[in-house]
C-alpha cells in the first residue's frame, strides 16, 4: 500500500529554519506531481509549494515565495520543503500530497485533486 510519511517538524524560533521530508513506500515519485499543503488550527487546508511530474515546474503561494524551496530525490522516494525565515503565521501541520494527473497554475493547489496524503508534521513558530 501507498504511504508517506512527513518528518523534521518541531518548535523554532522567527527566523529560524527547518527543511521538512516525505519519504514515499509503495510507489515511485518520478511519476507524481507532488505539493506540500498546511492546515492552521481553524483555517483551511493550503497549497503552498508543488513540483511538476512532467517538467519539473514549480508553483509557490505567494505567502511562503522566496522563503520556502520545494525538491524532490527522486533516487530516496522523498520530496523535501526547505523553510527559511519562518514566522509565526507558518505555525501548522504539513502535508506532503502526490497526484499523477497534470499540474496548472489554476489546479495544483486545489485538495480534491489529490489521491495520495500523509498524516503531516507540526511545525510550530514562536518565541
Known amino acids: 500500500q501507498v504511504q508517506l510519511v512527513e518528518s523534521g517538524g518541531e518548535l523554532v524560533q522567527p527566523g529560524g529554519s527547518l527543511r521538512l521530508s516525505c519519504v514515499a513506500s509503495?510507489?515511485?515519485?518520478?511519476?507524481?506531481?507532488l505539493t506540500w499543503f498546511r492546515q492552521a488550527p481553524g483555517k483551511e487546508r493550503e497549497g503552498i509549494a508543488c513540483?511538476?511530474?512532467?517538467?519539473?515546474?514549480?508553483y509557490y503561494a505567494d505567502s511562503v515565495k522566496g522563503r520556502f524551496t520545494i525538491s524532490r530525490d527522486n533516487a530516496k522516494n522523498t520530496v523535501y520543503l526547505q523553510m527559511n525565515s519562518l514566522e509565526p503565521e507558518d505555525t501548522a501541520v504539513y502535508y506532503c500530497?502526490?497526484?499523477?494527473?497534470?499540474?496548472?497554475?489554476?489546479?495544483?493547489?486545489?485538495?480534491?485533486?489529490?489521491?495520495?496524503w500523509g498524516q503531516g508534521t507540526q511545525v510550530s513558530v514562536s518565541s
Open positions: 513540483t511538476r511530474n512532467s517538467d519539473g515546474v514549480q
Open positions: 500530497a502526490l497526484d499523477r494527473r497534470p499540474k496548472y497554475a489554476s489546479t495544483w493547489s486545489l485538495l480534491e485533486y489529490y489521491e495520495h
Open positions: 509503495g510507489i515511485t515519485l518520478d511519476s507524481y506531481a
